[in-house]
């Protein structure tokens, strides 16, 4: 079903030319011993000997058809299912992620389309995925989530995860007039053979509470929650705007006003085009509707809403990224500076955007230059760096984690200056020698505007040994808020930390670092005394920090702060050594950088104020 409500079709038949898929029979799950809706024919499981001592996760049970999707197709639990009304969307849905699927995998899941015995309202999509097989074997349930979310397929929630305790299950609390039970599989993947050990089931009694089997009634779709949108894009269906805007919290006035549905189902094909799916795809058609708001707006409305933080900086990265590609840029830095923007986004989202959102041939003829020239360099790849970057890993897997983290900044630094190559994991380690026993110096920028949580952040951080405050040093002078020697108090702290990272060890730069210009400052001084550098970026919605701000001890004035937020460009991943994404509840929510961080990570990137564009005035890297 599109954004119009027209139900589309995939043909189930295989190409003539190609050999149809093997269709496999979804095993029958036991039934626990405490399972109070096992029947007399149901399986039961025969002790619990696979499951005790393993780590094991336990989701909630759904009450829809347990469906099978293959690349060429799809059946229910029955391998010769027959069409049914209930079934039309997930053949939809199976035309658009099919491709995804690798040849001998299956997608195993329920279809919720239709309403069975309990009635949904608020669905993230018509199908959840809960196994996916590769061949007999299943695959372990943290790369399952992966590949699932890479297909815009959700899984069902998580209730408790942990070392398998009979007790702690069965101490579980559920709402069985709106769930069905829960299923028990163990973390790590097993065999078809092993499913039986592997996976069991808890499911209320009398689950089945309707007098007509679903399939002879009448059909009657569940209902969809505000995330739906999202998973729909992600799963490569047409964007709907307005439910776009209504999942992150936005009004139709702050969204729809500004996006033309052309130019974003434009942007969507150019995206689909480069192979890109799931949340990828999701943040490349998120930054064409919302390119017209403030990065910083943009980052903290998404982060505070189901999206989470980590989509949230790479949509916004996205907006404030893509209109370079649109300039003028000097060819001799513009590896560089591709390199360098690849720490913040997806080169082949950025360019499907640069080129769809180019305003006159002007703009698209840079655009189509800069891709042609991207492509050359072997960067419009999903992951360009993840083959040396997995290699450093390997090699440098006995190193601390801020020692690794940067041997890897600097290999990135030496791969955008053409130094290395994409695979040369030798020349890698050997160009990082001097920094593998992490006898360099560490400062921790904070990044955000008054009464984001910057202070309370950095100062609850472990193993500091100096810590340097604006704010403390107008205090004392004689007064906090006193901004009159501004220039007096900045010169001073940045002698103090200049001295302090003389002295070695993790020092903390707190000043409101709102730009480019400001984070450059102590930034300077960190690349003379060859710090380690990341930032920590503080974003919070601007509703919440006049809140804090009127509870405050020492408020700003409240045009300060509404200009702080104006102010605020948050730096952009790649610009420091690594970034930390704080959010509202004051944690590290997500991170980019790192050499341990995930494939969403991946990215090549400079210390503050080493990118070449940056220097020539060209661009943020």
């Not at 083959?387 to 801020?402: D, K, N, V, W």
């Not at 005394?529 to 001890?553: F, I, K, Q, S």
Request: hydrophobic share 40%; net charge negative; proline share 6%.
């Amino acid at each position: 079903m599109d954004a119009s409500g027209r139900v589309t079709y995939s043909d189930e038949a295989p190409d003539v030319e190609q050999e149809r898929t093997m269709r496999i029979h979804y095993p029958r799950t036991p039934h626990l011993p405490w399972s109070p809706g096992a029947a007399a024919d149901d399986v039961r499981a025969v002790g619990l000997a696979g499951l005790a001592g393993r780590e094991v996760v336990v989701t909630e049970k759904l009450d829809g058809e347990n469906t099978t999707l293959y690349a060429d197709g799809l059946h229910a639990r029955s391998l010769d299912s027959a069409h049914h009304p209930s079934r039309a969307w997930v053949k939809g849905l199976q035309g658009r992620i099919g491709p995804g699927i690798p040849a001998g995998w299956r997608v195993c899941g329920e279809n919720l389309y239709a309403r069975h015995s309990i009635p949904y309202e608020d669905l993230d999509s018509w199908f959840y995925g809960f196994s996916v097989w590769d061949g007999e074997h299943c695959l372990d349930w943290d790369r399952t989530v992966r590949f699932l979310r890479g297909l815009g397929v959700p899984t069902p929630r998580v209730l408790w995860r942990g070392t398998f305790d009979e007790r702690a299950l069965r101490r579980l609390k559920l709402d069985t007039a709106r769930q069905e039970g829960y299923v028990v599989r163990t973390a790590a993947g097993f065999t078809r053979e092993d499913f039986g050990r592997c996976v069991a089931k808890w499911v209320r009694g009398g689950h089945v509470q309707t007098s007509n089997h679903w399939m002879f009634a009448q059909v009657v779709p569940n209902g969809l929650g505000p995330a739906a949108p999202l998973w729909a894009v992600r799963s490569g269906a047409e964007a709907d705007v307005p439910g776009l805007s209504a999942a992150l919290g936005m009004s139709g006035t702050e969204t729809t006003a500004a996006a033309d549905a052309d130019e974003v189902a434009e942007v969507a094909a150019r995206i689909d085009g480069a192979g890109r799916t799931g949340e990828d795809r999701l943040a490349g058609v998120l930054a064409a509707v919302l390119r017209r708001e403030p990065r910083a707006r943009i980052a903290a409305r998404i982060a505070a809403g189901p999206a989470g933080m980590g989509l949230a900086r790479r949509v916004a990265d996205l907006v404030g990224l893509y209109p370079y590609l649109q300039r003028p840029f000097p060819d001799e830095d513009r590896r560089a500076g591709l390199v360098g923007m690849a720490a913040a986004a997806d080169l082949g989202v950025l360019h499907a955007l640069a080129g769809a959102l180019a305003d006159g041939p002007g703009e698209r003829e840079c655009a189509e230059w800069s891709a042609l020239c991207a492509e050359e360099a072997g960067l419009l790849g999903a992951d360009p760096l993840e083959e040396l970057r997995a290699g450093l890993r390997e090699a440098l897997s006995g190193l601390g984690t801020e020692a690794a983290d940067r041997c890897w900044a600097e290999t990135r630094r030496a791969f955008a200056q053409g130094r290395i190559s994409g695979s040369a994991v030798e020349e890698a380690v050997a160009a990082t020698w001097q920094w593998r026993e992490g006898t360099f110096p560490r400062m921790v920028q904070l990044c955000g505007p008054s009464g984001s949580g910057k202070s309370t952040f950095g100062r609850e951080l472990p193993g500091v040994d100096a810590y340097i405050s604006l704010d403390d040093l107008r205090t004392a002078r004689g007064s906090r808020a006193d901004q009159g020697a501004n220039a007096e108090v900045l010169s001073e702290g940045l002698d103090r930390l200049d001295a302090a990272l003389a002295r070695g060890g993790t020092v903390v730069w707190d000043a409101t670092s709102l730009n480019g210009r400001q984070r450059g400052l102590a930034g300077s001084v960190a690349r003379r005394r060859d710090a380690l550098v990341t930032h920590a970026v503080v974003l919070v919605e601007e509703a919440e920090l006049v809140r804090r701000n009127g509870v405050r001890p020492h408020p700003v004035p409240p045009q300060v702060l509404t200009s702080q937020v104006r102010r605020y460009s948050p730096p952009y991943a790649g610009q420091a050594h690594r970034t930390w994404y704080v959010g509202t509840a004051g944690v590290v929510e997500d991170t980019a950088g790192g050499l341990a961080a995930g494939p969403a990570d991946t990215g090549p990137g400079q210390g503050p104020g080493q990118g070449h564009g940056q220097e020539r005035g060209q661009g943020p890297y």
